[in-house]
């Protein structure tokens, strides 16, 4: 390929423009960045930097931008971040240079049933929306009214992968939970409840049917008909419009706490949390549900 | 000719052929009475009877202190067996009163309707005196949303009433209670409308029925002509198309007025009463009887015997159905109202409330039509919601909106506008239940309220 004289010429010169173009735009460049610098605070991106960036909404803010701004003007929102716990707790007050004492134990959901598909009573056949908010709307989906309606409301607000539907109940895992609590909003019989984990695993009462103990039986095999047997055994368990509940902040895996789980005759109290051992399996005829008729 | 009809609607095939042709008749009284202390909109009652009282017939078991409420009478003589919870078709469980009665002083009640004749005069009555035996007898509209009568009845100096118009439509399929009612009590009936148009104040009074109902306006033709031919009452005769039974859908056919968006027809000086209303307000003003019996449709492909029964209030849907022969094999829904607005129930032993105006019993073949969610598909944008909606909304972006959780969204596009007579879900090609959705809406609605109250 032959390039004449005139042709070289003319690639010279359009080089040396670029050249000189470049280097006076960058002149500018740098005169405007020194001019017009905007002063940022680098803590700001280090806590964005330690921040697990799922952007969840646990902390209250838009996301995790948002909340390294917060928590580097005002260190009283450290912890806030429910998906990093106390390791992002402890990060960002290194950022700060912050001395935190321990957190309370991390807060994550329990769900307050524990009836799968062949536990519970159905009268009819529901045919409508897939969905729970609507389905809670129909007297007719189920028996129990305060049972979980396994259409999965909190599976869908759950951006961890940590909640799913097995055989018609909603099932948290415990490995994949960060404790956001964003799930609780998506429960219109509010089974979910954010439960501080200061054993683990907890022990917990499963079910949050507050019909007397008679109704519950005909419509669930593993509904707590409040006979109080637990109570009996240790003050931790209280019976409360024929629901037991658990004081959670004083729960010790004692040995009156072992037979009171022992002794529920429909086993609505079971272990929830890391290596919590699957729920016993009750059977409907031993627990004495009559038919429905 | 063309008839008076409002925008949107849809046509369901009529299925009154079961029913329409059978009298009323009374029922025996049952074993059992169910009162649920819920039968209306407004504040529920309270009950003020014992365990192991004796009740009188017609006694009053449950009332509320509260304006916007109407009292709870016993149909029968009888002992409180006990208060405890019942199955509500709408809410789910309720308190009620359960009564047994004693079959030896309990001969059914009859009708009044022979009572009345083309020479009666309202004006025997004064205004208050009708207000109050209305509210004594503890009325409320039974077309099927239960506001209690006497507060639309009252005159309100903030809002003037001016025209009365009495709802005769009965546009649900297969329903024909108010239709036997206007054929058979049509003296009762139009004491009644006159009586309610005396203590309002309304001087207009109009009677909206549809023109698949000849012999009915025949009737009130006939019995308005011989018997106050000198009042401004006419019957309006307006096309057969559902819901032309809802308030504002009949406003806007009769007299062409349209209620404001959001808001009630007394705001335009109108007060609109179901027939079988009228009838009960005509017992209750002249022979002082409370509301403890109406009359209720039972039909469908899949009950033996349909027909129109005069019932006991708190009677259990199971004793009604057994009076009526039974359910036959294909029986798969037993639905309280009718087909379009009705809540399917899975315990029969929920019992009649005030507002129940039928009992449609569907067959496996009815209710197995592609029409329920699990085979919804997108939504393919055809707009016919659209062009179905009496109230002008937009179905698809409500119903989209609620199903995001978009809430304000949903408010923007007037989500507390709609009626829920579901002309949406029934044209939508796609299957998308989309009235669900809205009541859903305003289910989350009223939540967030809540909430922040």
């Excluded at chain 1, 042709?7 to 359009?14: A, D, K, L, P, R």
């Excluded at chain 1, 979910?192 to 007397?212: D, G, H, L, R, Y």
């Excluded at chain 2, 409420?69 to 509500?88: E, Q």
């Excluded at chain 2, 304000?408 to 507390?416: G, I, T, V």
């Amino acid at each position: 390929m032959m390039i004449g004289a005139t042709g070289m010429q003319t690639i010279i010169f359009s080089a040396l423009l670029m050249i000189v173009l470049g280097l006076l735009f960058s002149v500018m460049l740098l005169a405007a960045s020194i001019k017009l610098k905007v002063e940022t605070d680098p803590k700001v991106e280090q806590i964005h930097a330690v921040l697990p960036n799922v952007d969840c909404g646990a902390c209250g803010f838009a996301g995790c931008a948002s909340y390294a701004k917060a928590v580097a003007q005002d260190p009283s929102l450290i912890g806030r971040c429910s998906p990093g716990g106390a390791a992002t707790a402890a990060k960002i007050a290194a950022v700060l240079n912050l001395q935190i004492s321990e957190g309370g134990a991390p807060k994550r959901p329990i769900i307050h049933c524990r009836a799968c598909q062949q536990d519970k009573t159905y009268y009819g056949e529901y045919r409508g929306i897939i969905g729970c908010t609507s389905a809670n709307a129909q007297p007719i989906v189920q028996a129990c009214a305060f049972g979980c309606l396994g259409f999965g409301g909190c599976v869908r607000r759950c951006r961890f992968n940590a909640l799913h539907i097995i055989d018609g109940l909603a099932v948290v895992d415990y490995d994949k939970c960060t404790g956001c609590g964003a799930c609780v909003a998506g429960c219109p019989r509010g089974l979910i409840e954010m439960v501080p984990f200061t054993q683990e695993p907890m022990m917990v009462v499963a079910c949050s049917s507050k019909e007397n103990g008679r109704m519950t039986r005909a419509m669930c095999s593993v509904g707590c008909i409040g006979c109080g047997l637990c109570a009996k055994q240790t003050d931790v368990f209280t019976v409360k419009d024929n629901l037991a509940r658990v004081d959670y902040a004083r729960y010790q895996p004692t040995e009156a706490a072992e037979a009171a789980r022992q002794k529920c005759p429909t086993k609505a109290i079971v272990f929830r949390g890391k290596g919590a051992p699957a729920d016993e399996k009750v059977s409907k005829t031993a627990a004495g549900a009559p038919a429905a008729s | 000719m063309r008839r008076k009809a409002f925008k949107g609607g849809v046509h369901p095939p009529e299925n009154k052929h079961f029913t329409e042709f059978c009298p009323i008749e009374p029922v025996p009284v049952p074993q059992q009475i169910v009162l649920p202390l819920v039968q209306h909109i407004g504040a529920p009652c309270q009950p003020i009877v014992q365990k192991k009282e004796k009740v009188e017939y017609a006694q009053c078991v449950g009332k509320a202190d509260a304006y916007v409420s109407a009292a709870i009478h016993s149909p029968v003589y009888g002992t409180v067996k006990d208060i405890a919870l019942a199955s509500h078709p709408v809410i789910g469980r309720t308190m009620a009163v359960y009564l047994e009665p004693l079959p030896a002083n309990n001969p059914p009640r009859q009708p009044t309707a022979g009572q009345f004749s083309s020479a009666f005069e309202p004006a025997d009555y004064s205004p208050e005196q009708i207000c109050t035996a209305i509210q004594e007898a503890g009325l409320v509209g039974m077309g099927g949303a239960g506001f209690p009568t006497r507060v639309k009845i009252e005159p309100n100096p903030a809002m003037p009433k001016h025209t009365l118009i009495i709802n005769g439509c009965e546009c649900e399929p297969y329903i024909t209670c108010d239709y036997r009612v206007m054929l058979e009590w049509t003296w009762q009936v139009l004491a009644g409308v006159r009586l309610a148009a005396h203590a309002s104040g309304c001087r207009t009074i109009r009677i909206g029925i549809e023109d698949n109902k000849p012999t009915a306006v025949e009737a009130f033709e006939e019995a308005i002509s011989q018997s106050c031919p000198d009042e401004d009452i006419q019957v309006v005769v307006v096309k057969t198309k559902y819901p032309q039974g809802g308030e504002r859908q009949l406003i806007k056919s009769v007299l062409g007025e349209q209620v404001p968006t959001g808001g009630i027809p007394p705001q335009i000086g109108i007060c609109v009463l179901n027939v079988a209303t009228c009838a009960a307000i005509a017992e209750a003003v002249v022979f002082k009887q409370p509301l403890t019996h109406r009359v209720v449709t039972v039909t469908g492909r899949a009950i033996a015997r349909p027909g129109n029964y005069y019932v006991p209030i708190g009677m259990s849907v199971k004793d009604l159905i057994d009076h009526c022969g039974g359910l036959t094999e294909q029986a798969a829904k037993v639905v309280l109202g009718g087909p379009m607005m009705g809540f399917a129930i899975a315990d029969l032993s929920t019992p009649l409330t005030k507002t129940t105006g039928a009992l449609t019993i569907l067959t496996r073949e009815d209710v197995t039509e592609p029409k329920y969610a699990l085979q919804q598909t997108a939504c393919i944008r055809c707009g016919r919601c659209l062009m179905s909606c009496p109230e002008g909304l937009n179905p698809t972006r409500i119903a989209h909106a609620v199903k995001h959780f978009r809430m304000e969204q949903a408010e923007q596009y007037y989500l507390s506008a709609c009626i829920e007579c579901g002309c949406c879900s029934y044209v939508c090609p796609a299957h998308i239940e989309l009235a669900g959705y809205i009541k859903t809406g305003k289910l989350l609605k009223a939540r967030e309220k809540k909430r922040l109250a």
